[in-house]
């Protein structure tokens, strides 16, 4: 069987929706794209039309999310509390621990056909990083990788002082991703004390706004990010993407 070099994603800005309503779309899109690709895997490469994917971008209201691999008690409140915080609490199939999401917080979801790209996990994971260092790094913050814990940082070199701006976690099936990033650009940090974010209990999270000082563009991060998505990955943007690409 040939390899599919077909890199064309269909990129939808999604806005503030419900979780669980883009866990549901995000859901289909990602059995949508194993259905055709085992539907076409045998037809000669001229006949397939098969799109490599989508990037879904977006916020959520207040949620806590629990991955597979996670623990139940890193998430500090309890039912009445989430009420109290007007948060709703999900344990869902990604890897990873507990995180946020939340207004103001960056979502994205990639659903690649990484057998378009490369079938390594763990690459795919870095250039999700490296698109994130390079769309920070362009405002001005340097931020970086701490080896053996995935996401980017700030201060990534010093143990004490490291704080987490981007979370990630990604579940694949038949090299097909879903799930995909958190960027803080300026949310409530004050949610992430109801957790131990990502089971990590001795390193803070910051984000862009905190960083800077100062308010920031959410539209202005999400063009930045798409490019350097983009360009890493050397994908074909669709041209029915519903959002702005300059």
Known sequence: MHKNTNKSVLIEDLGLVDYQQTWDYQTELFNSVIEK???LRDLPERDQHAPAGYLLLCEHPHVYTLGKSGKRENLLINESQLQDVNATYHEINRGGDITYHGPGQLVGY???????????????????????????????????RIDGLTGVWIEF????????????????SRWVTMHGFALNVQPDLNYFKNIIPCGIDDKAVTSIAEELGRPVSMEKIKKILINHIVDLFEITVDQSSKIKIV
């Open 157 to 172: 070199e010093n143990p004490i002082k490291a704080r987490k701006i981007c979370a990630m976690g990604v579940k694949a």
């Open 37 to 39: 690709k085992l539907a």
């Open 110 to 144: 990639p659903i690649f056909d990484l057998d378009s790209y490369f079938t390594d996990i763990h690459k795919y994971l870095r250039l999700l990083e490296e698109a994130i260092i390079r769309t920070l790094a362009e405002l001005g913050i340097s931020a970086g």
